[in-house]
Nanobody, 118 residues
Framework: QVQLVESGGGLVQSGGSLRLSCTAS????????MGWYRQAPEKQRELVAL???????NYADSVKGRFTISRDNANNTVYLEMNKLKLDDTAVYYC????????????WGKGTLVTVSS
């Protein structure tokens, strides 16, 4: 079985910074992409940032220039550096991994709460 475990969420003031981490463990041979999604109360889950095994990245327009995604392929870990946090960034942040081998499917973490206060 595969587990994705997120950490680093918490309470931060507007304008502050947080760093999220997510590590995938279990029987894993190849991960294509790892990414972060978020879901705010009464809103749909949305993509925040994604990085592929080839190094390409994709960001939501709302976080461009403030958030940076990075990945440690050797340790199946993905990070999200969040700067200049805004009230609208408050959400549960979920890590996901597209594990090509041996599963050919996407796995999700349970989420970590980020709360930005004024």
């Amino acid at each position: 079985q595969v587990q994705l475990v997120e950490s680093g969420g918490g309470l931060v003031q507007s304008g502050g910074s947080l760093r999220l981490s997510c590590t995938a463990s279990g029987t894993i041979f190849k991960i294509y992409s790892m990414g972060w999604y978020r879901q705010a109360p009464e809103k749909q889950r949305e993509l925040v940032a994604l990085t592929t095994s080839g190094g390409s990245t994709n960001y939501a327009d709302s976080v461009k220039g403030r958030f940076t995604i990075s990945r440690d392929n050797a340790n199946n870990t993905v990070y999200l550096e969040m700067n200049k946090l805004k009230l609208d960034d408050t959400a549960v942040y979920y890590c996901n991994a597209d594990i090509q081998r041996p599963y050919g499917m996407v796995f999700w973490g349970k989420g970590t709460l980020v709360t930005v206060s004024s």
